[in-house]
Structure formats: C-alpha cells, structure tokens
C-alpha cells in the first residue's frame, strides 16, 4: 500500500505553481546538478550523454526560474576537482558548455537573464573563455534573472582568493587589518553584490556540498532528492520551494 502511494506520489507530485506562488520564494537558489553519470550509466549510455541530457534539464529550470520570478540562481556546472575526470570527459563537458551558450544565449538575452560565471575562469580552454565574456558582455545588462554558472569553481578556492587580494591591498597599505570585516570580506568573493542563497538543491541522493559556495551557504536551507539531475523536472523544483517555505529560518536567533 505504502508502494504504491510512494509511486503515484512519484509520478503525480501534488505541488503546483499556484502552491509555492502564495508565499514568498527564496530569491537565491543555488543547485548542485548531479548524477549526469548514473543516469547514463542506468541507460547504458556514455556519461557525455548524460550530460547533455543534463544541460536540458537546466534549460527547463532556467525557464521555471523566469517564470516563478526567481532573481537569483546559481548552477554549479565543473568544480576545481573535477578535473581528476578523464579528459574525454572534461573535453565533453567544455563542448556542451559552449554549446549551450552558442543556443541558447539569443532566448537568456531576449528573457531578461544576466549570465555571469563564477570560478577560475581564465584557466579554462581559450574558445570557452571567449564564449563567456561575450555571454557576460551581451547580457550584461538584463535584471529580470541573474544565472550564476560556478565554472572551474571551488568554495575553498573562492575564500584563499579573497585573502590574497584583501592581503595584496593590506601590503600595499590601502586596508588596515583592523577595518577588514564581514562586509570587505564578501565584496572579494567572486559573488561579490549577490545575496547569499537561501535554498541549496542536491540531486542524485548524494548528502555534501562538495565545495560550492562554502562561505556563502552559513544559513543556506539544504535540500535533496533522489532523482537524478536528468530526471529533475520543474514539479520537483516546485517541491523543494515548498518545503523551503515550511521551514523556519532563525539564524541563530529565536523564533
Ligand atoms: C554532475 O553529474 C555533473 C558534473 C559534476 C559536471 P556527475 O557527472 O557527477 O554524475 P555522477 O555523480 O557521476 O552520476
Ligand atoms: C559536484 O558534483 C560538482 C558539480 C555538480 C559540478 P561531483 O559529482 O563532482 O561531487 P562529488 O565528487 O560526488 O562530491
Ligand atoms: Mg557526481
């Protein structure tokens, strides 16, 4: 009996648009896109294909984002450990990334989307580089949604940048250690200007954060699901914006 409400449940998810659209949205979502691999893997496909599957998942939720009215999302895309993959893979994953923005950069423009890249971007092939700049420069002025592609990112990368960079102006005697605080702090992170996410999606069941957007996420709401990134569709989207509305964010004062 449990099954088969699990499965009807499943295949018929009971939030709608309407539901999560009477309560305030959390104006900052920032998604870990997983298991590209194992959904290919499950179809006996190469990992490229899932990926590129994946890359249409994030064309829905691009489009859902829009559509809800969501300011901020922030996609975490290649991690400054993916690089241990083979580099066949890394190679896929590149191709795919430019041709997402060679397709769909002319709709992100005419939709209002602002494109900006978090990560080591200039350690990335050259032609990859090019592609963003121009989507950065293209889009620079859209408002209606800012789509944060965290690219050759890492969290712990992002923090030891900011130091240096505060460390550099220090030395060069334009901070003083003792004016240095939260506020400086932030406006050398890469998401300098951006609020901090308030929702965190995980799919593919894996439990981590697995270095995205380390100093960003302190009070960030955490929530997974099983279901592969491929698979991910804008009714699970719907669902973890309405649990995020049931909970009850304190930040470390009281209710
Ligand atoms: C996420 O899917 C995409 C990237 C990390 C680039 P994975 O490629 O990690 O998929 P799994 O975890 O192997 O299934
Ligand atoms: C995190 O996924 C990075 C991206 C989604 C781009 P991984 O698949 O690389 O994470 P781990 O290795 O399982 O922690
Ligand atoms: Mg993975």
């Known amino acids: 009996m449990l099954s088969f409400f699990k499965r009807f449940f499943k295949q018929k998810p009971l939030i709608t648009k309407q539901d999560i659209l009477k309560v305030s949205l ?65 190679n896929a994953l590149m191709e795919l990334l430019v041709e997402y923005i ?31 700049n121009n989507a950065e420069l293209e889009t620079a002025q859209n408002e209606r949604l800012v789509l944060q592609i965290a690219l050759n990112y890492g969290g712990r990368k992002e923090i030891l940048d900011a130091v240096k960079n505060i460390s550099q102006k220090v030395a060069a005697g334009n901070l003083q250690p003792d004016n240095i605080n939260l506020q400086t702090f932030e406006e050398h992170l890469y998401t300098a200007g951006v609020p901090d ?35 991910f569709q804008p009714e699970h989207l719907y669902q973890a914006i309405y649990d995020f509305q049931k909970r009850q964010r304190r930040f470390g004062g009281l209710k």
């Open 102 to 132: 060679d397709k769909e950069l002319f709709k992100l423009k005419e939709n209002g989307v602002k494109i900006k890249t978090i990560g080591n971007i200039s350690e990335l092939p050259a032609h990859v580089i090019s592609r963003i």
């Open 26 to 90: 959390p104006p900052h979502i920032g998604i870990i896109m997983d298991g590209n691999g194992r959904w290919a893997r499950r179809k006996g496909l190469p990992r490229a294909a899932g990926h590129r599957a994946g890359a249409e998942t994030l064309r829905t939720v691009v489009e859902t984002c829009i559509d809800l009215g969501i300011p901020y999302l922030t996609v975490y895309a290649f991690s400054t450990e993916n690089w241990k993959r083979p580099e066949e893979e890394v």
């Open 197 to 231: 996410p308030d929702l965190f999606i995980r799919t593919a069941g894996e439990l981590r954060l697995s270095n995205f957007l380390l100093w960003q996420s302190a009070y960030t709401e955490l929530w997974f699901t099983e279901v592969f990134w491929p698979d």
